[in-house]
């Protein structure tokens, strides 16, 4: 079955510094959604990527799709205290039901 | 709007028993889907639910089922519960007429297993 794989497990940063996460699907995507989950919360919906090779922006967060439609990263410049989660990439393949098989997260220290 | 609540929100169960976690979904959503989140771990899918019908299904033993109601909730079952079943179970609500569309998280239910 599908997996989905995140780089690295975890990442400890400075106040200020950038951070990036990686994400890798062993099958081709239809879509791929990124999460962030708060120590004792819930997964809180971030933005989802559809395009082959989309680049997309939200303030210091830069999110990529891969050309292949099978990875993905998510870039956080000068990282804050606020950005402090565990991020998932979640995949979606092409089977015409939104199925989302998540990654194993990195959690951001 | 009050968007995807779950009830309870915490629960203790003897190895053995069975459990119904419910979830009402974010108003004018049609699709209910249960993930389970071990600790550490990212949410892993159980079933959806789609007018009153489990549409996918991932993993999981026929100890988890389901039910959709016509209001669009949904109850998630567990039977003869394992220590390994302790978890935090999500649910997630979305539009099925929308096929790419975020989904929308409930707070979850933590469920403990002793």
């Known amino acids: 079955g599908q997996q989905v794989m995140q780089i690295p497990q975890y990442q400890h940063v400075q106040e200020g510094e950038d951070f990036t996460t990686y994400c890798n699907s062993s099958?081709?995507?239809?879509?791929i959604q990124w999460y962030k989950q708060r120590p004792g919360g819930h997964p809180v919906f971030l933005i989802q990527?559809?395009?082959?090779?989309e680049v997309k922006k939200q303030k210091r967060l830069t999110f990529q799709f891969g050309e292949a439609k099978k990875n993905s990263s998510l870039h956080i410049t000068a990282t804050q205290t606020t950005d402090v989660g565990t991020y998932f990439c979640?995949?979606?393949?092409?089977?015409?039901?939104?199925?989302?098989?998540f990654g194993t997260g990195t959690r951001l220290l | 709007d009050a968007g995807v609540t779950q009830s309870p929100t915490h629960l203790i169960k003897t190895r053995g028993q069975q459990v119904t976690l419910r979830c009402s979904p974010k108003?004018?959503?049609?699709?209910v889907s249960w993930y389970q989140q071990a600790l550490g771990q990212g949410p892993q899918f159980i079933f959806q639910?789609?007018?009153?019908?489990?549409?996918q299904r991932g993993n999981f033993p026929d100890r988890f089922s389901g039910h959709q109601f016509p209001n669009y909730s949904s109850e998630l079952n567990v039977n003869a519960l394992l220590l390994g079943d302790s978890a935090l179970y999500l649910c997630?609500?979305?539009?099925?007429?929308?096929?790419?569309?975020?989904?929308?998280f409930g707070q979850g239910t933590r469920l403990t297993v002793v």
């Open positions: 997630a609500s979305s539009f099925a007429s929308l096929r790419d569309t975020e989904a929308f």
């Open positions: 099958t081709t995507l239809s879509n």
């Open positions: 990527l559809v395009k082959s090779g």
């Open positions: 979640a995949g979606d393949e092409d089977t015409g039901f939104q199925k989302l098989v």
């Open positions: 108003s004018g959503h049609d699709t």
């Open positions: 639910y789609y007018e009153e019908e489990e549409r």
